[in-house]
């Protein structure tokens, strides 16, 4: 068990982040877009000329569509939700896992998409059900830590490979709660197994990508952007009513490739809907509607795997844990 705090860049980077917002944002994109160009191209010619649709990469399935935070780069923060409420039914849930373990999925899967999990009250045992169905499976969950104390770390610990809180401020210090579990984890590690536990420190006023536009801190109806994406080729992104959405991005929850209320989900991954998007998208974001503004980056994680993917590594599901947790 390890538990450790990360900072993007440090102090610098912080401070790039508060005082230099717009800089460090596009700064941060051109680096990340040149330095994955090669290996982006490479994983959707291995994608698109496959003889079977290779598994997701990661799946994200979010089982309730709201969220307590109040970040100022993300529309589903509780001060701009505008999305109908939406909770995932247990039939739907449990039809999903069913249905990865008898495609024997063995990627990453989290049970959050733009939401907060903890919302949701039956979170523990959602992700007891996935241990024990994807044994296999690298499950990690995302969390702004406001409702987390000592007590649930140790209720999700027996069933994540990783616990990621996300801790949102504007003074680079970690919440009360969170300095709680923090102290507590460093003085009782052998209480947590093998579980790397992740406080990555983050600036709740960031500038970070426009997310298809719907990012409230930062708009694009202009400039087209003209890289491919990751997204359609590595994440299935599932909402709480079954259907299946191109990505994060879509905050809004507009786009809909498949539902999983009428469609098998191996079916669903490789619907017509999807070739479409993702033939457009191979040859650059411009020739997808939902996409053309957006200039998100793919995370570091999925490019983890992307390369673990191209180095031939795919079956090895240990090495994408270790190269998962660099992140």
Not at 196 to 219: F, H, V
Request: net charge neutral; proline share 4%.
């Amino acid at each position: 068990m390890s538990i450790r705090i990360h900072n993007f860049m440090g102090p610098l980077g912080w401070q790039m982040q508060k005082h230099f917002p717009m800089l460090s944002a596009n700064a941060y994109l051109k680096l990340q877009f040149a330095s994955r160009r090669k290996s982006q191209k490479a994983y959707i010619d291995y994608f698109m000329g496959a003889n079977e649709v290779p598994h997701p990469l990661v799946v994200n399935l979010e089982t309730i569509n709201r969220c307590n935070g109040s970040c100022a780069f993300c529309t589903a923060n509780h001060k701009a939700e505008k999305r109908p409420f939406k909770k995932m039914t247990e039939e739907l849930f449990h039809s999903i896992i069913d249905q990865l373990a008898d495609w024997n999925f063995k990627g990453h899967l989290t049970l959050y998409g733009n939401n907060e999990p903890w919302i949701d009250t039956r979170i523990v045992e959602f992700h007891k059900y996935c241990r024990e169905k994807l044994p296999d499976s690298f499950i990690f969950m995302s969390t702004n830590g406001l409702l987390l104390d000592v007590d649930k770390v140790k209720s999700i610990i027996p069933y994540v490979d990783q616990l990621i809180i996300n801790n949102y401020c504007e003074n680079m210090k970690l919440h009360d709660n969170v300095k709680v579990i923090y102290d507590y984890v460093k003085a009782h590690p052998d209480e947590f197994g093998d579980v790397e536990i992740l406080i990555q420190m983050r600036y709740a006023k960031a500038i970070l990508t426009n997310r298809a536009g719907s990012a409230p801190n930062k708009k694009n109806d202009t400039k087209i952007i003209t890289e491919t994406c990751l997204m359609p080729y590595t994440d299935m992104f599932i909402f709480p009513d079954g259907k299946m959405g191109i990505c994060c991005c879509d905050n809004f929850e507009v786009t809909n490739l498949a539902d999983l209320n009428e469609v098998p989900l191996k079916d669903a991954w490789n619907s017509e809907e999807y070739k479409k998007a993702r033939e457009a998208i191979k040859d650059g974001r411009q020739n997808y509607p939902f996409c053309k503004f957006c200039d998100f980056i793919d995370a570091g994680l999925r490019m983890d795997a992307v390369n673990d993917v191209l180095a031939g590594r795919e079956a090895n599901h240990g090495a994408r844990q270790s190269l998962f947790k660099k992140s």
